[in-house]
């Protein structure tokens, strides 16, 4: 899962305040296990094991640790965290440390009676994935049976139980014709905000990118739908639209800027400055069993790598929106140009940038995209695992 708080929120404050001052969110990936197979899966090409993952205590430490940060907001995702036994400790110790718990989860696994029990020991708020609102075409893309219907009941009992729900709708081009139905859907639910996220290409998407890029023409009205649609719900559901990057023309200040507002623990304890992070090499990332979370959120290297903007080339050193954007995605940059520190392809400055667009335009004109690749445990299949 790719989604984490609002990133205006992070975008504004001056580049000095940035090192000293705590995060607002706390990512953390409980488990890398997960039943739906997506082909965008935001998580890592290597996924920690069961056996690696940190304990409930080591997690419950985490919290703690959050909440002395400073950090407002933990957001518990995955895989698929709800397949973590000990979610409920978690978030008992997350909500007594004064944390603001936000479940990221596809919802197939739920009860409503652990869904009461969560909220009962302090769960704030529910974030549900959803696919499509199509039901056979949400089960081609997770390569799960019966999954939309569930997700159904699962919305209808997080509005029962009074807390309230933010539907996240990964966009692509097997369900961006579906917007309107989306949209329709996630205010049936009572949701109170729809993400509709465009497909961010890094780790495992990257592999499906040529399945699943929408054409321009696509994307564009996608935009306008959702102007509209926030124009007429206003008061009753708010959108968080994230912005396709390979139409873009200038890109999006990833993380609301490196080592700014975010940090992310994965399975096995290791802290990242973003979720795709180990994409890029030479960045040493420290694990919560060895250093305390603050002294990696202040000191650690790969949070100062790319923090501010000293680490700059051209054009970004000496561009305007430098400390607005700060130059876009590293691991965009990473994944296109082979440089971390290059400016995000997705910008128009970019030399790399007419080859950026060009790759989407081509991928997204094949009248037969090829089929996907799923992701599980284990080496990559076209067809799901059963
Ligand atoms: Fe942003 Fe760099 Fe492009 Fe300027 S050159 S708009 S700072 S990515
Ligand atoms: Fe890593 Fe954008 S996903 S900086």
Same mark, same amino acid.
């Given at each position: @899962?790719?989604?984490? *708080?609002?990133?205006?929120q992070?975008s504004a404050?001056p580049v ?5 001052r705590a995060?607002v969110g706390?990512?953390?990936?409980l ?6 197979? &997506?082909?965008? &899966?935001s ?10 993952e940190l #304990?409930?205590?080591?997690?419950q430490d985490?919290?703690r640790? *959050?909440?002395?940060?400073?950090i ?5 995702s995955?895989?698929e ?13 997350a *909500?007594?440390?004064?944390?603001y718990?936000?479940?990221? #989860? ?9 869904? =009461?029990k ?7 708020h529910?974030?549900?994935s ?5 039901a ?19 919305? /209808?009992w997080?509005r029962?139980?009074g807390m ?7 966009? +692509?081009?097997h369900n ?25 290409y ?9 399945s ?17 649609a /926030?124009e ?8 968080d639209?994230?912005v ?10 990833c993380?609301g800027?490196?080592g700014?507002?975010?940090?992310n623990?994965?399975? +096995?304890? /290791?802290?990242?400055?973003? +979720?795709?992070?180990?994409t ?14 603050a002294?990696i ?5 790969a949070?100062q790598?790319?923090?501010g903007t $000293?680490w700059m ?6 561009c305007p929106?430098?400390e607005?954007?700060?130059?876009? &995605?590293? &691991?965009?940059? @990473?994944a ?7 400016t995000?392809?997705?910008? =128009?400055? $970019?030399?790399y940038?007419?080859?950026f ?10 009248a037969?995209p ?6 599980? @445990?284990g080496?990559?299949?076209s067809?799901?695992?059963?």
């Amino acid at each position: @899962m790719n989604e984490i *708080a609002p990133l205006e929120q992070f975008s504004a404050a001056p580049v000095v305040e940035a090192c000293a001052r705590a995060p607002v969110g706390l990512l953390a990936e409980l488990t890398h296990r997960c039943p739906l197979q &997506c082909p965008y &899966c935001s998580n890592p090409l290597e996924l920690d094991r069961v056996n690696t993952e940190l #304990t409930t205590a080591e997690w419950q430490d985490v919290m703690r640790q *959050a909440a002395e940060l400073g950090i407002l907001q933990i957001h518990l995702s995955g895989g698929e965290p709800t397949v973590r036994k000990d979610l409920e400790d978690i978030v008992e110790v997350a *909500a007594k440390a004064g944390l603001y718990t936000n479940l990221i #989860t596809a919802g197939v696994t739920l009860t409503r009676d652990r869904l =009461k029990k969560l909220k009962d020991l302090g769960l704030d708020h529910v974030q549900l994935s959803i696919q499509d609102v199509d039901a056979a075409n949400a089960e081609k893309i997770s390569a799960y049976k019966g999954g939309f219907e569930k997700k159904r009941e699962v919305g /209808k009992w997080v509005r029962e139980l009074g807390m309230p729900l933010t539907i996240n709708a990964p966009i +692509h081009r097997h369900n961006i014709e579906n917007l309107p139905n989306i949209i329709n859907f996630a205010v049936e639910m009572g949701a109170g905000r729809l993400e509709v996220a465009n497909i961010q290409y890094y780790a495992w998407a990257l592999k499906n990118r040529a399945s699943l890029m929408p054409t321009r023409a696509q994307v564009l009205k996608s935009a306008e739908i959702v102007e509209e649609a /926030k124009e007429r719900l206003k008061g009753v559901m708010v959108f968080d639209f994230v912005v396709p990057d390979y139409y873009a023309k200038t890109p999006k200040p990833c993380m609301g800027g490196w080592g700014r507002g975010v940090m992310n623990v994965t399975p +096995h304890g /290791k802290v990242l400055p973003c +979720h795709a992070s180990e994409t890029i090499p030479g960045l040493v990332f420290d694990n919560v069993k060895d250093r305390r979370l603050a002294d990696i959120w202040l000191n650690g290297q790969a949070f100062q790598k790319y923090r501010g903007t $000293s680490w700059m080339k051209e054009p970004c050193r000496s561009c305007p929106r430098a400390e607005i954007d700060f130059g876009g &995605c590293r &691991c965009q940059a @990473m994944a296109f140009t082979g440089d971390a520190a290059n400016t995000d392809p997705a910008c =128009k400055f $970019s030399p790399y940038h007419a080859a950026f667009v060009a790759v989407a335009e081509q991928e997204s004109a094949e009248a037969t995209p090829p089929t996907f690749v799923y992701r599980r @445990m284990g080496p990559a299949k076209s067809t799901p695992e059963k």
